[in-house]
């Protein structure tokens, strides 16, 4: 008998546990109506919050990372800034969420961040299979290889028995592997944790070539201790276009986040900037008067103010600007615009027509 | 010291009066100079030892020293702020002065009622200060301010050593401690301005997620360790159960389910920051670690006591709490204190969930441009001041340790 009750008295316990669990979910309020987004439902979300949540890296030099007061600066962190000029009114408008690679994606799919600035290569499979909707390309990036300029290596074909390194985790050591099969290409790879640590190992000669984005690799250029030694292959191993990413489904804010990013295109090709923005509000042009908002009111369709581009040039800057602050000639970095120029100086940006 | 010649106390030793002195083996009445002679320099292997291990020494004293000339450090000193208190805004600062204030004239109070190993704490934290005060690049104010907690760390031993009534309110302080820095950090609810922890960061989050874990996991620990004992099955299996699966996955797995699977079954709505998410993930997993150590304790209590307990009437509460869960706690001091410094030390692991604590903070500094490559002197710093709390943990719980169980020798 006194084993019976010590059994029912559990039975009672668990029935009780079961039951707090069930009470807490109800009181939770969970409406699980996130994951596949309604148009429209972000840009509301954002409006009334005051307050983008944009997903950046914190640990990227010249992308995104965090300067000596503190402040969140960078190539995609202007990005940012440009979407809650265009959309807020207010480029300070952003709470910056710092993502790992891991936690990124979740992160959108969750609704945890409107927009994803994190250096992230647009893909078929996260196009598709993660549940992500691109905006258009900020960064056309490539992975490059690194060796040292008196190595003899001037192709990938001369890497034949070499050490290459590369960081673990990440889609340049799959990219790093397909091509040298497609070439034939016997190498060996040694991964590192961290780029800090890749770089010394290449530095004190214990691997032979590094491979990662060739922003990465001009970058790298600032820590070298030599920087002429070194040389970066023509080759280019893989497309790593660099693209903010929204969660699928909501289709205007991907319109939002898209044509904020056309406009700062557009204001480069027209050779508008921060500075002299205003001078052409009272142009004749009316492409550019339409871009600007004076005339017509594209602002409108997206659910913007009609002035949403004008307020992201004059807060941020056009895409020549943004590019120049955080990787151009001033900076340490120097990269070449290369395939990041516009359409007609032989780049690949091109902005779809303001009309 | 030559290994060879180590003898510890219980060993078998050659010779058979040991002196005061562990390490040496030495003569009564023998000079120092001559026993040290005899044990560095006695036969030729002992010689060749010293002489290699000597110059070994010499090397990485050099380049120790060398590496501390060589660099100059400013990227530490600019990035001090951040690497403090993170993103914590500047005229809310004060806030955070008042923690340190309060947390300086505390451990004063506590060294002067108690002694003992309040001393250490006392000089370790006024050294900290010291040496951050009087850096020539400490701006004047945050100087003054230093100096005012050595000042109460001083002024409380001082009041603590004359005035014995103190002792009550003072620990009624330190219990209000936890709740009224962490309140008034983030704003008591609305009362203040509020801080979102986003603006957290630092060694700052770095001490509030270890805080939160270890006091967080300790009721919680001592509740399923009780629970796996207990002799209703439901609860024993049900403790047994989140023990063992909660041991049986890594830390990383437990931050990436409080971070990345609680929003996605909850839809994202459940209105907890990634901060608060990472706290959760940190008390579960010590509380599973912590359970398992009181157990230990509560086995190592011989049943006389429970039979002791019970003829003098105690019912099982108060066996428990009055009699058997001190003593338990006791035994295993030296168990919990390294768990506590190994949660102070993983909650670095948060930089995979994009949290910024100490050693995440350095690391994004070492990826501003203008700073890159210039990550050893950041690791080498946040390494000392790990290396100084930790074993300031370590010492206060070999001192409790010892004052605990002064009964028992």
């Known amino acids: 008998?006194?084993?019976?009750?010590?059994?029912?008295?559990?039975?009672?316990?668990?029935?009780?546990?079961?039951?707090?669990?069930?009470?807490?979910?109800?009181?939770?309020?969970?409406?699980?109506?996130?994951?596949?987004?309604?148009?429209?439902?972000?840009?509301?979300?954002?409006?009334?919050?005051?307050?983008?949540?944009?997903?950046?890296?914190?640990?990227?030099?010249?992308?995104?990372?965090v300067d000596s007061d503190g402040n969140y600066t960078g190539f995609d962190i202007d990005f940012a800034k440009a979407i809650a000029a265009g959309v807020l009114g207010d480029a300070e408008a952003v709470n910056y969420r710092p993502l790992s690679a891991q936690e990124r994606f979740t992160a959108v799919q969750t609704g945890e961040v409107d927009v994803l600035l994190r250096n992230t290569t647009w893909t078929a499979s996260r196009d598709t299979e993660v549940g992500l909707d691109f905006a258009p390309v900020t960064f056309y990036d490539g992975?490059?290889?690194m060796v040292g300029a008196d190595s003899g290596v001037s192709s990938l074909e001369d890497l034949e028995g070499m050490i290459i390194g590369v960081e673990t985790g990440t889609t340049t050591e799959l990219n790093l592997a397909d091509q040298m099969e497609a070439l034939g290409v016997s190498y060996e790879t040694q991964t590192f944790d961290d780029r800090d640590a890749l770089i010394a190992a290449y530095e004190s000669g214990s691997v032979d070539a590094w491979t990662t984005d060739r922003s990465g690799l001009v970058s790298a250029f600032a820590v070298l201790d030599d920087p002429d030694a070194h040389v970066i292959l023509e080759d280019t191993l893989s497309k790593e276009p660099l693209a903010p990413a929204v969660l699928h489904g909501d289709d205007q804010w991907n319109d939002v986040v898209s044509w904020i990013v056309f406009a700062l295109i557009q204001a480069e090709e027209f050779g508008i900037t921060q500075d002299n923005v205003d001078d052409f509000l009272d142009s004749d042009d009316p492409d550019i008067r339409r871009l600007l908002g004076v005339e017509d009111d594209l602002g409108g369709y997206l659910g913007l103010e009609s002035d949403f581009a004008y307020q992201a040039i004059l807060q941020v800057g056009n895409y020549g600007e943004i590019y120049d602050r955080h990787l151009g000639p001033d900076t340490q970095f120097d990269l070449p615009r290369g395939m990041n120029a516009l359409y007609q100086d032989g780049g690949l940006h091109y902005s779809m027509p303001f009309r | 010291?030559?290994?060879?010649?180590?003898?510890?106390?219980?060993?078998?030793?050659?010779?058979?009066?040991?002196?005061?002195?562990?390490?040496?083996?030495?003569?009564?009445?023998?000079?120092?100079?001559?026993?040290?002679?005899?044990?560095?320099?006695?036969?030729?292997?002992?010689?060749?030892?010293?002489?290699?291990?000597?110059?070994?020494?010499?090397?990485?004293?050099?380049?120790?020293?060398?590496?501390?000339?060589?660099?100059?450090?400013?990227?530490?000193?600019?990035?001090?702020?951040?690497?403090?208190?993170?993103?914590?805004?500047?005229?809310?600062?004060?806030?955070?002065?008042?923690?340190?204030?309060?947390?300086?004239?505390?451990?004063?109070?506590?060294?002067?009622?108690?002694?003992?190993?309040?001393?250490?704490?006392?000089?370790?934290?006024?050294?900290?200060?010291?040496?951050?005060?009087?850096?020539?690049?400490?701006?004047?104010?945050?100087?003054?301010?230093?100096?005012?907690?050595?000042?109460?760390?001083?002024?409380?031993y001082v009041l603590g050593g004359k005035i014995d009534r103190l002792k009550i309110p003072v620990l009624v302080l330190w219990g209000l401690y936890f709740p009224l820095t962490i309140g008034l950090i983030m704003g008591?609810?609305?009362?203040?301005?509020?801080?979102?922890?986003?603006?957290?960061?630092?060694?700052?989050?770095?001490?509030?997620?270890?805080?939160?874990?270890?006091?967080?996991?300790?009721?919680?620990?001592?509740?399923?360790?009780?629970?796996?004992?207990?002799?209703?099955?439901?609860?024993?299996?049900?403790?047994i159960a989140y023990i063992e699966l909660v041991r049986g996955i890594p830390l990383i797995m437990v931050l990436f389910i409080g971070q990345l699977l609680i929003p996605l079954f909850l839809g994202g709505q459940t209105g907890l920051d990634n901060v608060t998410r990472a706290m959760i993930a940190y008390v579960f997993f010590a509380a599973a670690y912590l359970a398992e150590d009181v157990r230990g304790g509560l086995q190592s209590i011989p049943s006389g006591q429970f039979e002791a307990a019970q003829a003098l009437g105690l019912n099982k509460v108060k066996t428990t709490f009055f009699i058997i869960l001190p003593q338990a706690l006791k035994a295993v001091i030296p168990a919990m204190v390294g768990l506590f410094i190994t949660i102070l030390k993983d909650t670095s692991l948060v930089a995979i969930i994009g949290l910024a604590d100490f050693l995440g903070t350095a690391r994004r500094i070492s990826n501003n441009p203008e700073y890159l490559g210039r990550y050893l002197e950041l690791y080498v710093f946040v390494a000392a001041f790990y290396f100084i709390f930790c074993y300031l943990m370590a010492y206060v719980s070999r001192y409790l340790e010892r004052s605990l169980s002064k009964g028992s020798r």
Not at chain 2, 121 to 131: E, K, P, Q, R, S
Not at chain 2, 215 to 239: E, H, Q, W
């Open chain 1, 1 to 65: 008998m006194k084993n019976y009750s010590k059994y029912l008295l559990s039975a009672a316990a668990l029935l009780t546990l079961t039951a707090c669990a069930g009470g807490t979910d109800e009181a939770e309020g969970v409406d699980g109506d996130n994951a596949a987004a309604t148009s429209g439902e972000t840009l509301s979300a954002v409006l009334d919050r005051g307050e983008l949540n944009a997903g950046v890296n914190d640990q990227l030099p010249g992308f995104g990372y």
């Open chain 1, 143 to 145: 992975q490059g290889m």
């Open chain 2, 188 to 239: 008591f609810g609305g009362l203040l301005d509020p801080v979102l922890s986003r603006y957290w960061g630092g060694w700052l989050l770095t001490v509030i997620l270890a805080s939160v874990a270890i006091i967080g996991c300790f009721p919680l620990g001592i509740l399923l360790a009780l629970g796996r004992r207990s002799s209703l099955p439901a609860v024993k299996y049900v403790c």
């Open chain 2, 1 to 156: 010291m030559i290994n060879d010649n180590l003898h510890y106390k219980g060993e078998p030793t050659n010779s058979l009066e040991v002196t005061d002195s562990p390490h040496l083996d030495r003569q009564k009445n023998e000079p120092f100079g001559q026993a040290l002679r005899k044990n560095l320099f006695g036969n030729k292997k002992n010689t060749v030892l010293t002489v290699l291990t000597g110059l070994f020494t010499v090397f990485v004293l050099y380049q120790v020293v060398s590496f501390v000339l060589e660099n100059s450090w400013d990227v530490v000193y600019i990035h001090l702020r951040l690497l403090m208190i993170g993103q914590y805004p500047l005229d809310e600062l004060w806030r955070l002065w008042f923690g340190l204030y309060y947390a300086s004239l505390m451990i004063g109070l506590t060294w002067g009622l108690w002694r003992g190993a309040g001393k250490a704490v006392a000089f370790t934290f006024g050294a900290v200060y010291l040496a951050f005060a009087a850096v020539p690049w400490t701006t004047l104010n945050t100087s003054l301010n230093l100096a005012a907690c050595i000042g109460l760390i001083a002024g409380g």
